[in-house]
């Protein structure tokens, strides 16, 4: 993992709610901030499948707090994106969420976070945010028994418009 990310100019960690997810983002942040001191690796967070702003900001901001308390590194909050039915309906008919529902509430999430990479405004109903991503490491962490984490990382790829041959899901 950590070859992976010493190649990336950003490390993105991908968590959810469930507290056994954030120990583990916790203890990926933890790493990065113990092996790679040296390297001014940016480190940013996105919280996956949330039921509420409320809780995808409690969960970032634990972990941000947490991260800055302990191990003295900042951590940047991407954004949430929402647990929405048709990430799953997406991944059984093996096609992005972004396409079979561009107006989901997990879609237009991951149009803010994507937009939010590229360093520019998102509108709802605008053109699609496209560019190219180059070094980004994707953490992706969770329960591993639902494909919605890998989904997502799919996602934010095919939403920047960079080819999938460009990463690997650790």
């Known amino acids: 993992v950590l070859d992976f990310i010493t190649a990336a100019d950003e490390a993105i960690i991908v968590t959810t709610p469930e507290p056994t997810a954030i120990t583990d983002a916790y203890g990926i942040i933890k790493i990065i901030a113990t092996e790679m001191a040296t390297q001014n690796m940016e480190l ?3 919280v996956n499948r949330v039921s509420s702003i409320t809780e995808g900001r409690k969960v970032a901001e634990r972990v941000i707090n947490i991260a800055g308390q302990f191990l003295s590194v900042k951590v940047e909050n991407l954004g949430m994106i929402y647990d929405d ?5 997406a991944a059984k008919k093996q096609v992005p ?3 079979l529902d561009p107006k989901s509430k997990a ?3 991951l149009k803010h976070i994507v937009s939010r990479l590229e360093g520019i405004d998102f509108k709802e109903g605008g053109g699609g945010v496209a560019g190219d991503v180059v070094d980004v490491a994707f953490l992706v962490t969770g329960d591993g028994g639902d494909d919605g984490d890998i989904v997502l990382f799919q996602q934010i790829f095919e939403g ?3 080819d999938l041959g460009d990463a690997a899901h650790v």
């Open 85 to 89: 039915p048709i990430v799953g309906q």
């Open 160 to 162: 920047l418009g960079a």
């Open 97 to 99: 969420f972004l396409h």
């Open 107 to 109: 879609a237009i999430s």
């Open 44 to 46: 940013k967070l996105v």
